[in-house]
């Protein structure tokens, strides 16, 4: 199991993005570096994570618009841009899906209160989640 906590700790120490256009900017920079990936995010819906999607590997990137977190799936991060490595977290994992991540709701509340867990402990157990889990979860 991985502790959640401590990527996203160390992530808001990397950087906190000050204004929504920062994160938009962050978001056309990948895009235009990689131009097979296709954005899934409602900006007007107030999303807290963008995906990117990439047609044959599906879900590559996440990437929170708070804190300076990036997960990448490892079959894809030799295509992230150097220029990223410098300003993020870079969390390189194998898949999205699996149920290998726990956290400390309560420290996670205090230590990182820009990542807001939106759902019950019936819905996603926060000692056994993935990251599709968490990106509903906290969106």
Same mark, same amino acid.
């Given at each position: 199991m991985n502790d959640l906590l401590k990527v996203l700790i160390e992530a808001k120490n990397k950087m906190v993005f000050t204004t929504q256009k920062d994160f938009v900017d962050l978001l056309k920079e990948i895009e235009q570096n990689t131009s097979s990936l296709e954005l899934d995010w409602d900006d007007g819906a107030g999303e807290e994570w963008a995906r990117f999607i990439h047609h044959e590997f599906g879900k590559v990137y996440m990437i929170n618009s +708070?804190?300076?977190? $990036?997960f990448a799936k490892r079959i894809f991060s030799n295509e992230i841009p150097q220029?990223?490595?410098?300003?993020?977290? $870079? =969390?390189?994992v194998e898949c999205?899906? +699996?149920? %290998? *991540?726990? /956290?400390?709701? %309560?420290?996670?509340? +205090?230590? /990182? =209160?820009? $990542? %807001? *867990? @939106?759902? =019950? &402990?019936?819905?996603v157990n926060p @000692?056994?989640? =993935?990251? &599709?889990?968490?990106?509903?979860a906290t969106i």
């Open positions: +708070k804190i300076g977190i $990036i220029t990223l490595y410098d300003r993020f977290i $870079i =969390s390189i999205y899906d +699996k149920e %290998e *991540w726990h /956290v400390d709701l %309560e420290t996670l509340r +205090k230590s /990182v =209160s820009q $990542i %807001e *867990w @939106n759902t =019950s &402990d019936d819905i @000692n056994a989640f =993935s990251l &599709d889990d968490l990106y509903y």
